[in-house]
Every structure is written in structure tokens, then in C-alpha cells.
């Protein structure tokens, strides 16, 4: 139970609460004007107080980081376990929490005998074990709730869209954890409902997979038509004989040099040749000649000298026997001369041929190393092309490694959500009485608003997973909705007693009650301040005062706080500054 609420402002009047019915009121003053508003006057700002003394988040646009106002403790008295807790936290180092407790509690040992200065989320996780029963030690547990995903339930913020919607305190709260918080709250099977999540974790982990199946990156590697057990096994043979032909793969290290070296052998060889080829033709000629000079006969020498005189006869020749002695020499000559070039170019080609011969023996020296060795360039592209089979082949196998997986996944999980379905159907069965207790004590809350009962249904969907909701007849109304949020809230506190926790102060915020007629907040007043007596627990509400009906002014007389919020001057709202 909280028991005051203070600050180190010192314009900020000191809240004494008490148990049961807790109204802080806002009130109009004779000078407001229809102009006037009640809204800045602080009922929200009280809620936040609390939120932010219950371990809640501290944004740099928070109230409590305000120039004016982060320097200043805000302070609550809080009774547990008969025991007197002083919680103290400002904007300043909004992430600690100052906190001691009455000496000679079992807290003693935790808090210690002085003022100690804690992390919020120490703080929080001690409230969740003292309010909630949370067991921190439970990993699944305390992966997926903590004390500010339940604390909330009991204190709505308007702001958050806190009520809108009973099962709900945040607007875009999502729909697994809000069961994992229901269930806890009621007393189900909440590792149920976190295996729910799980499995819906992984059904979306499956459909992100299925959607890398569609992408053109994909689609480029298996094209339509190809099955990859076929590729893999063709592709595998591949590469085994590319692998076969590489450990057979001599590298020569001048293998570029000696391949060099043979090719200008064999141009060397190729050009020798052909000159044999030319100078074999001028020998064959030359022969030719020499044959043709021996047959020359005197009588052809006689017949010409007779044919030079009568067509020369001015000119002078000699006798005929000098001009045969002349021929003979010409001729002689003539042979000397044939048998010399023959000797000549036949002694060209027999050196040629020996040149060849040598440089045939130097190119088969050389290619017997080319036909027995590779170079190094070869053998790189071998290794890149069987590289690159390699990963093609580790790419097909993930793919189909993917898809086997998926396909598994998908059947497992099927089995695991029938599973599922059966167990939590089982375990609503065996939680017969926690259930028919919740959905009691909403009957008993809407009765006393309402001639038709709202309803609390807790059960399961079409899919399987828990299904905990409000329902009534009129729930197209405002006001009506309203009104399930509170019968939700009144079960939910009154839970917290009937499971065994400590949680036992309920707020509202006066946006509540803001499209709630007249006599149902009448109704709601007498039947939070009957509750919360019988079950010892604190209701506190902010409330306009024009919204306490007449009917039960002074009933609750006695439940509104001394602090009354005004909009006469700045000093009447909560924090007595304007800002």
C-alpha cells in the first residue's frame, strides 16, 4: 500500500493515501471561467508519479527531466510485508533509485541498514519477485516477463492508450506477449502460452526462409527445371577429374623459357630447310649445266667461227686454231666454274643439314619436357575452374540443404502446434477453478453496473493459443467499454489475492470514467470501496469534480484526499507550478 507521496519541490503539496477507496479530486473554484481547464491541474501527472517511482522509463521528454523540476526527488512511502519502504528518484540520474526500508525487517539483508543507492532495474526485478512472485532464476520466465510488463495492468496511462482496450494497457501492444502477461496474471500455464510465441517466432523464421526461395538471386542459381540432386552428382564427377588431372600436374618452373626456346628451334629448323630447299634446286641446275658444257663439239666451234666471218667480215679474227684454243679455254673455264658453286652449295646444304640435326635433337630435348610438365598459368586456371565447381557445388548443397530443412521445420512445427493445442486445451481443464474464479469475479463486478453482465471469456482461438478477452453486449459503446476495463482491473486485483502476490494497489486515471454516465460511476465508486475493504487492497482514482456523482457524494466523502487539485491559481495543481 502507498502511503504518501512527496517531493523535495517544495511547491508540491505532500499526498497522504490511506487503504481502500483513495479519491484525489480536481475541483473548480468560484473565479474559473468556462475558459478555465482541469486538465493541466496534474490527475496524470500523479499516475506518472507513481510509474516513475515503480521503476517506470524516463525519457529526456519526461515531466521529470525538466530544468525545473530534475533536481527534486520525488518520494514515496510504501507499505510491504508490514514493512515501511522510503523509494526516492529525480531526473537528474533518473537511473537509480534511492531506497531504505524499517530496520529489523527481512529486508534488512537486502537493503541494508542505510539508504542504498540502486539501478532501476534492480529495483524493478525486486518488485517482481515481491509483487508478482516472479522467478528470476527461471530463465524463460524472466526472458519474458518483468515487472513492468505487468505492472501496468494496475495502473493505465491514457497517454499509452491504456483504455481502449481491456486485455491491453499500450495501444500497439502485440498479441503474444500480452498472453504471456494474461496468463501469468490469471494463474494459467504461462510457459504455454511463451511456447505459443516461440512457435510463432519460428513460423516466421520459416516464412523469411521460403521468401529467400523467390529472390532472382536465387532463381539465377536454380533455374526452372533443374534438380539439384542431378547437378550436384554431374558436378561432383567434375571436379573429382579435374582434381585427378591437377595431382598429375607437373609444374616446370622454366616451363614459359624452354617453350620459348623450342619454338625458336623449330623456326630456326623451318628456315634452314627451306634455304637447303632453294640452294638443292641451284645444284640440280648446275649439274644440268656441267652436263651440257661436255657435249659441246668442234664442229659446232667451226660452223661458228665460219658464221662470224660473214657476218663480221670488216672485223678481225683470228685463226681458226687460235679461236679453238680460246673455246677450249672458255670452256675449261666454264666447267671449273660449274664443278666450284656445286662444290659450294653442296657443301651449304650438308652444313645446314648437320645444323638441323642438332637443333631437331635441342627442340625434342625440349618438348619431351613440354609434353611431360604444364606451366604454372595452366595449372592456375585448372585450380580456378575446379575452384569454382567446388562452389557451385557448396552453393546447390545449401540450397538443398535450405530447402530439406524447411520442409522438416514446416512438418515439426505442425506437430508441435497440434501438441501445443492439445496441451493448453488440457491445461484450461486443469486450471478449472483459477478460471472459473476470474470469470466470477468479473460477474460480480458487472452486475453491480450493469443489468446485463459483462463476461470474461478464457479459452482458445480457432489457431489454438490462449484467448482472453472482454465481452458484452453493448461493446459498441464508449462508456461501456469503459466499464469492461474496469470489471477487468477489479478482477485482476483481486487475483493477485487469491493467487497468493502482493500487488495490491489499483489505479485509475479519471480518463476512465470520462464517458461513463453518471449512475455507473456511482455504482463503480461503491463497489471499488466495498472491494478494496473486504480484500484489502487500494483503489485510488483521479476524478473531476463534476463527474462524483451526487448519489454518492457522501459516501465516499471520507475517500476523497485532503490535497483537492483546483485551477484558482497555480498553487492549486499538483506540482504548484505552471510549466
Known amino acids: 500500500m502507498i502511503e504518501k507521496i512527496y517531493s523535495t519541490l517544495e511547491t508540491f503539496d505532500e499526498i497522504k493515501l490511506h487503504n481502500g477507496l483513495n479519491i484525489l479530486l480536481a475541483d473548480i473554484t468560484k473565479k474559473s471561467t468556462d475558459k478555465d481547464t482541469r486538465n493541466g491541474l496534474g490527475k496524470t501527472t500523479f499516475v506518472e508519479i507513481i510509474h516513475f517511482l515503480f521503476g517506470g522509463s524516463c525519457t529526456n521528454n519526461s515531466v521529470f527531466k525538466l530544468p525545473i523540476f530534475k533536481n527534486h526527488f520525488f518520494i514515496m512511502d510504501y507499505v510491504l510485508d508490514d514493512t515501511k519502504f522510503t523509494v526516492k528518484r529525480r531526473g537528474f540520474d533518473s537511473n537509480y533509485v534511492y531506497v531504505c526500508c524499517e530496520k529489523g525487517s527481512k529486508y534488512d539483508s537486502f537493503f541494508g541498514e542505510q539508504e542504498r543507492k540502486m539501478k532501476v532495474a534492480d529495483w524493478n526485478e525486486f518488485l517482481g519477485e515481491s509483487l508478482f512472485n516472479l522467478d528470476n532464476k527461471d530463465s524463460r520466465i524472466n526472458e519474458n516477463i518483468k515487472f513492468r510488463t505487468l505492472f501496468p495492468y494496475f495502473a493505465r496511462k491514457a497517454a499509452d492508450g491504456g483504455f481502449l482496450e481491456s486485455s491491453r494497457y499500450y495501444k500497439n501492444q502485440k498479441v503474444f506477449p500480452t498472453q504471456i502477461a494474461l496468463t501469468y496474471l490469471l494463474g494459467l500455464d504461462t510457459k504455454l502460452s511463451i511456447d505459443q510465441k516461440n512457435l510463432e517466432e519460428k ?8 521468401k529467400v526461395l523467390k529472390t532472382d538471386a536465387y532463381q539465377e542459381i536454380v533455374n526452372e527445371g533443374i534438380n539439384l540432386d542431378t547437378e550436384i552428382t554431374i558436378l561432383e564427377e567434375k571436379a573429382n577429374n579435374l582434381k585427378r588431372e591437377l595431382e598429375s600436374f ?17 623456326k630456326q629448323i623451318s628456315d634452314l630447310s627451306n634455304k637447303n630447299f632453294i640452294d638443292r634446286q641451284i645444284i640440280t641446275e648446275l649439274k644440268e649445266a656441267s652436263k651440257n658444257e661436255e657435249n659441246i663439239s668442234d664442229i659446232n666451234i667451226k660452223d661458228l667461227y665460219e658464221e662470224v666471218k660473214v657476218k663480221l667480215p670488216d672485223a678481225l679474227v683470228k685463226t681458226f686454231s687460235d679461236s679453238k684454243i680460246f673455246h677450249e679455254r672458255l670452256i675449261s673455264n666454264r666447267k671449273n666454274y660449274l664443278s666450284s658453286e656445286l662444290n659450294k652449295y653442296e657443301k651449304l646444304v650438308k652444313e645446314r643439314e648437320g645444323l638441323i640435326k642438332n637443333l631437331s635433337i635441342e627442340q625434342s630435348k625440349r618438348m619431351e619436357v613440354l609434353n611431360t610438365h ?46 501445443l493445442i492439445i496441451e493448453i486445451t488440457k491445461s484450461l481443464e486443469e486450471h478449472t477453478k483459477t478460471k472459473q474464479k476470474a470469470i466470477l469475479l468479473v460477474e460480480e463486478a458487472s452486475k453491480s453496473l450493469y443489468n446485463s453482465a459483462a463476461q470474461l471469456n478464457i479459452g482458445q482461438t480457432k489457431t489454438g493459443r490462449y484467448d482472453i478477452e472482454m465481452v458484452s453486449r453493448n461493446q459498441g459503446s464508449t462508456g461501456i467499454n469503459s466499464m469492461l476495463i474496469y470489471c477487468f482491473d477489479m478482477m485482476m486485483i483481486q487475483m493477485s489475492t487469491y493467487l497468493g502476490r502482493k500487488m495490491d494497489v489499483l489505479i485509475h486515471d479519471s480518463a476512465l470514467y470520462d464517458p461513463v454516465d453518471e449512475r455507473q460511476i456511482a455504482e463503480a465508486l461503491r ?22 456523482p451526487e448519489s454518492v457524494a457522501i459516501e465516499v466523502k471520507n475517500n476523497i484526499l485532503s490535497k483537492v487539485l483546483t485551477d484558482s491559481d497555480e498553487s492549486g495543481s499538483l506540482l504548484g507550478v505552471y510549466y
Not at 470501496?529 to 462524483?548: C, G, R, V
Open 203 to 210: 513460423k516466421k523464421e520459416i516464412a523469411d526462409l521460403k
Open 250 to 266: 607437373q609444374v616446370h618452373p622454366k616451363y614459359k623459357e624452354i617453350e620459348v626456346e623450342a619454338s625458336s628451334y623449330a
Open 374 to 419: 604444364g606451366a604454372l598459368e595452366q595449372y592456375s586456371l585448372l585450380q580456378t575452374e575446379l575452384n569454382e565447381l567446388v562452389n557451385r557445388i557448396i552453393t546447390y548443397k545449401n540450397q538443398q540443404k535450405l530447402i530439406i530443412s524447411i520442409r522438416e521445420e514446416e512438418a515439426n512445427l505442425k506437430i508441435a502446434e497440434q501438441k
Open 527 to 548: 463497489f471499488g470501496k466495498e472491494k478494496s475493504l473486504e480484500k484489502e487492497f487500494q483503489y485510488i482514482i483521479t476524478l473531476n469534480s463534476d463527474d462524483l
